[in-house]
């Protein structure tokens, strides 16, 4: 089974919306750490956030963990069609990823 | 961000020969990598956990003497998929962790085609 499980599957915004999405995970944790990816191609490494830190930002991007809940967020702001991608999260400790939201931002 | 490199980017083969992918770690050094097959619209799937100078730690359902991993370095994994069929096209990832938070990094990805 998989650690991080990704929610919602499929997210669809308007370009200028926000888009959140959801990452819950079994186990204890020393870090969580998002990815995106674009059709056909490798993962690309978003942001990590550890386990002692609840909210991190980069750029558009703000992540929160809540450990006592198993749970963190992904908030992409002003979303561009670029963002368009499927998102995925990992925690340390298992490699293993969900099914990952797969995000659509139309123009 | 540490940098992470696969070779090929892509080879189609015919069913029956053997493909080497190389998964290399190019400016630091990494003691764990992880290979992933990822079929088309689906998520990625853990494989096996190469660690340097060790055997392989492969999933359950993963043949290890069809898909053979070899980590002699601590830059260097290899995954050997053996007598291709057309059932093992499929996009493969490897990665690499660093640092004490193991932080993991993605190579490209390598696309295998078996005709």
């Known amino acids: 089974s998989q650690q991080g499980e990704e929610d919602p599957q499929a997210l669809s915004i308007q370009e200028g919306e926000n888009a959140t999405m959801n990452c819950s995970y079994k186990t204890s944790i020393n870090n969580l750490q998002w990815y995106r990816q674009n059709s056909g191609r490798g993962l690309v490494h978003l942001i990590l956030i550890r386990s002692n830190e609840r909210e991190k930002h980069s750029g558009r991007l703000r992540v929160t963990l809540d450990t006592s809940k198993k749970s963190s967020s992904l908030l992409i702001t002003a979303s561009r069609a670029a963002d368009t991608a499927s998102y995925f999260c990992?925690?340390?400790?298992?490699?293993?990823f969900g099914a990952g939201t797969r995000l659509t931002v139309k123009p | 961000g540490a940098v992470v490199s696969q070779h090929p980017s892509w080879v189609i083969c015919k069913s029956g020969t053997s493909v080497k992918i190389e998964c290399r770690s190019l400016d630091f050094q990494a003691t764990t990598m992880f290979w992933y097959r990822q079929f088309p619209k689906q998520s990625l799937m853990l494989m096996a956990t190469s660690n340097e100078g060790s055997k392989a730690t492969y999933e359950q359902g993963v043949e290890k003497d069809k898909f053979l991993i070899n980590h002699a370095s601590l830059t260097l994994s290899t995954l050997t998929v053996t007598s291709a069929h057309p059932e093992d096209s499929s996009f493969y990832i490897c990665?690499?962790?660093?640092?004490?938070?193991?932080?993991?990094?993605f190579g490209p990805g390598t696309r295998l085609t078996v005709l």
């Open positions: 990665s690499a962790t660093v640092g004490s938070y193991n932080e993991q990094f």
């Open positions: 990992a925690t340390d400790g298992d490699m293993r």
